[in-house]
Nanobody, 122 residues
C-alpha cells in the first residue's frame, strides 16, 4: 500500500482543515487506517484511527470532539476533518495503514505516507 497525504496548510486558531490520504492498491478496504502527528522536538503521537469497514473509530483525548476520521473505500481515501484547531495541533500529520485491526501506536502500522504540515496560528 502506498499512501499520499495532502491538505495541510496554515489555519487560524478556531479554524478548520481537512486532510486527505490517498491509497494505492486494490486491497485498501482490508486495511485499518490511522492518522498520527509529530510536532518539532516531540515524538510521533496517535491522533485517530478507523477500522477497515469504517464502523469503528478511535481518537486521542486531545482531539476528541474536534477531529473526525472517515474513509471512502470506493475511492481509496481516508480523511481527517479538523475543527476548532488550536496552536498545539501544529505538527506534521501522517496517515498510516495496517492490516484489518486499527491500532493506536505507531509501531503497529506497516505503511506510512510522507506527511503534510499543519500550522495553526494563535
Amino acid at each position: 500500500v502506498q499512501l499520499q497525504a495532502s491538505g495541510g496548510g496554515l489555519a487560524q486558531a478556531g479554524g478548520s482543515l481537512r486532510l486527505s490520504c490517498a491509497a494505492s492498491g486494490r486491497t485498501f478496504s482490508s486495511y485499518a487506517m490511522g492518522w498520527f502527528r509529530q510536532a518539532p522536538g516531540k515524538e510521533r503521537e496517535f491522533v485517530a484511527a478507523i477500522s477497515w469497514s469504517g464502523g469503528s473509530t478511535y481518537y486521542a483525548d486531545s482531539v476528541k470532539g474536534r477531529f473526525t476520521i472517515s474513509r471512502d473505500n470506493a475511492k481509496n481515501m481516508v480523511y481527517l476533518q479538523m475543527n476548532s484547531l488550536k496552536p498545539e495541533d501544529t505538527a506534521v500529520y501522517y496517515c498510516a495503514a495496517r492490516a484489518f485491526v486499527a491500532g493506536t501506536h505507531a509501531h503497529e502500522y506497516d505503511y506510512w505516507g510522507q506527511g503534510t504540515l499543519v500550522t495553526v496560528s494563535s
